[in-house]
T-cell receptor, first 117, second 113 residues
Framework: GAVVSQHPSWVICKSGTSVKIECRSLDFQATTMFWYRQFPKQSLMLMATSNEGSKATYEQGVEKDKFLINHASLTLSTLTVTSAHPEDSSFYIC?????????????FGPGTRLTVL | KQEVTQIPAALSVPEGENLVLNCSFTDSAIYNLQWFRQDPGKGLTSLLLIQSSQREQTSGRLNASLDKSSGRSTLYIAASQPGDSATYLCAVRPMGRDDKIIFGKGTRLHILP
């Protein structure tokens, strides 16, 4: 099946530092990937759409300079949380549409838990 | 604008009972609807995917139905077990040029042993 991985699975950092999270499609190519944020006991909120070879599309209210997205290859998208603060602590999940034959199904990574001290 | 609502927000039932989780969406123009399970602190596990042309999908003790015209889906869990305790999320993929999906807020299910 189509597998999406994320790295790291968890990270703890000091306030003011930047953190990079990777999202990889392991056995298929993804020209588009999605980044979500989930606060405790809340649902997933779409942050941005990552587009291979072009700029990401951000949802309303998401700071582009705060959450830098790079989709440099057909199997890798990265999310960098710049100058992280405690309010950025959250669970970050990425997803990718499956390849043809998967009937428009979305495949999700296992998530990255970010804790900013 | 597509909105997805899940009722109830939380549910506790004794082990062995059959139960139904509800999902409604405001715009019937969708490609598909997906049900996910999420355990605390974990990622999403896809349970069932129903295409817009389908009425239901089954996997083991799970059965999901879709009534696109009325904007409703249900997830039926038969003979519930404590291991079924989790948050269940419903998500739709609206018709359009992008692949975005829209999530409901989920139903937190607790099966009492």
């Amino acid at each position: 099946g189509a597998v999406v991985s994320q790295h790291p699975s968890w990270v703890i950092c000091k306030s003011g530092t930047s953190v990079k999270i990777e999202c990889r499609s392991l056995d298929f190519q993804a020209t588009t990937m999605f980044w979500y944020r989930q606060f405790p006991k809340q649902s997933l909120m779409l942050m941005a759409t990552s587009n291979e070879g072009s700029k990401a599309t951000y949802e309303q209210g998401v700071e582009k300079d705060k959450f830098l997205i790079n989709h440099a290859s057909l199997t890798l998208s990265t999310l960098t949380v710049t100058s992280a603060h405690p309010e950025d602590s959250s669970f970050y999940i990425c997803s990718a549409p499956g390849p043809s034959g998967y009937h428009n199904e979305q495949f999700f990574g296992p998530g990255t838990r970010l804790t900013v001290l | 604008k597509q909105e997805v609502t899940q009722i109830p927000a939380a549910l506790s039932v004794p082990e062995g009972e059959n139960l139904v989780l509800n999902c409604s969406f405001t715009d019937s123009a969708i490609y598909n609807l997906q049900w996910f399970r999420q355990d605390p602190g974990k990622g999403l596990t896809s349970l069932l995917l129903i295409q817009s042309s389908q009425r239901e999908q089954t996997s083991g003790r799970l059965n999901a139905s879709l009534d696109k015209s009325s904007g409703r889906s249900t997830l039926y869990i038969a003979a519930s077990q404590p291991g079924d305790s989790a948050t269940y999320l419903c998500a739709v993929r609206p018709m359009g040029r992008d692949d975005k999906i829209i999530f409901g807020k989920g139903t937190r299910l607790h099966i009492l042993p």
